[in-house]
């Protein structure tokens, strides 16, 4: 799926960002891959750069910590998990549902990583997709 592809997606499912936003820089996705020690897959980084032009339901997570959706990033939201106890070294959140719970890449798959949904109630990982672009052909199912 190229960028192009992802874009005609989300025009049909989502509105646009009302306002001009920053998508990550180079060194904003150089820091995060140190981080995970995961190298993120293209559709995956098309998606969270795109974020900068559509209003998405729930809390895509940020790259960078310039001019975005307000969101917390996903380097905080991770930090913040693995202090409470019980978050799964390998989980990165990438999407915030808003109830504890998140949709993730695992870093120890990247960069064919598949997504995953952390249930913070029954502290259960479950598969959701075999893989980020799987997962994009299903959001118009999830955010209908």
């Given at each position: 799926?190229?960028?192009?592809?992802?874009?005609?997606?989300?025009?049909?499912?989502?509105?646009?960002?009302?306002?001009?936003?920053?998508?990550?820089?180079?060194?904003?996705?150089?820091?995060?891959?140190?981080?995970?020690?995961?190298?993120?897959?293209?559709?995956?980084?098309?998606?969270i750069?795109?974020?900068?032009e559509?209003?998405?339901?729930?809390?895509?997570?940020?790259?960078?910590?310039?001019?975005?959706?307000g969101?917390?990033?996903?380097?905080?939201?991770?930090?913040?998990?693995?202090?409470?106890?019980?978050?799964?070294?390998?989980?990165?959140?990438?999407?915030?549902?808003?109830?504890?719970?998140?949709?993730?890449?695992?870093s120890?798959?990247?960069?064919?990583?598949?997504?995953?949904?952390?249930?913070?109630?029954?502290?259960?990982?479950?598969?959701?997709?075999?893989?980020?672009?799987?997962?994009?052909?299903?959001?118009?199912?999830?955010?209908?």
């Open positions: 799926m190229t960028r192009d592809e992802i874009v005609n997606l989300l025009d049909g499912i989502l509105d646009k960002e009302l306002e001009n936003l920053d998508i990550p820089s180079v060194s904003d996705w150089e820091r995060i891959e140190k981080k995970f020690k995961c190298q993120f897959p293209m559709k995956f980084r098309f998606f750069e795109l974020m900068s559509y209003s998405f339901p729930g809390d895509i997570l940020n790259v960078s910590n310039v001019k975005t959706n969101n917390d990033t996903i380097e905080f939201t991770y930090d913040y998990e693995m202090k409470q106890g019980g978050w799964e070294e390998e989980l990165i959140p990438f999407y915030s549902v808003g109830n504890g719970d998140y949709f993730c890449l695992l120890n798959e990247c960069p064919n990583t598949g997504v995953y949904y952390y249930s913070h109630e029954e502290n259960n990982i479950e598969k959701e997709a075999d893989n980020f672009e799987e997962w994009l052909n299903q959001l118009p199912i999830f955010l209908s």
